[in-house]
């Protein structure tokens, strides 16, 4: 059974830091491109960041200078560190697992930016 599991979630002020974390199972980690995605009240799911299959990462405009992605295979773990955070970052953060054939998603952690 394949989970992914997030946390570090939480209410921060404007200009602050966060680090999430998303633990997989279930799956070849190391096979699977890892990805963070957000989704705010009344917008569509977006990119945030993500690793692709090829070790390559993408970052959405909006975020690039200021958040980090990484992953620690051994701990099949994928991180992303957050700074400088804006009250426009506030959105629900979702953990993306990804190959050729399947798709996963976290269940969520909330990420709420105070001005």
């Known amino acids: 059974q394949v989970q992914l599991v997030e946390s570090g979630g939480g209410l921060v002020q404007a200009g602050g830091s966060l680090r999430l974390s998303c633990a997989a199972s279930g799956i070849i980690f190391s096979a699977f491109g890892m990805g963070w995605y957000r989704q705010a009240p009344g917008k569509q799911r977006e990119l945030v960041a993500r690793f692709t299959r090829g070790g390559s990462t993408n970052y959405a405009d909006s975020v690039k200078g200021r958040f980090t992605i990484s992953r620690d295979n051994a701990k099949t773990t994928v991180y992303l560190q957050m700074n400088s955070l804006k009250p426009e970052d506030t959105a629900v953060y979702y953990c993306?697992?990804?190959?050729?054939?399947?798709?996963?998603w976290g269940q969520g952690t909330q990420v709420t930016v105070s001005s």
């Open positions: 993306n697992a990804f190959s050729m054939f399947y798709d996963y």
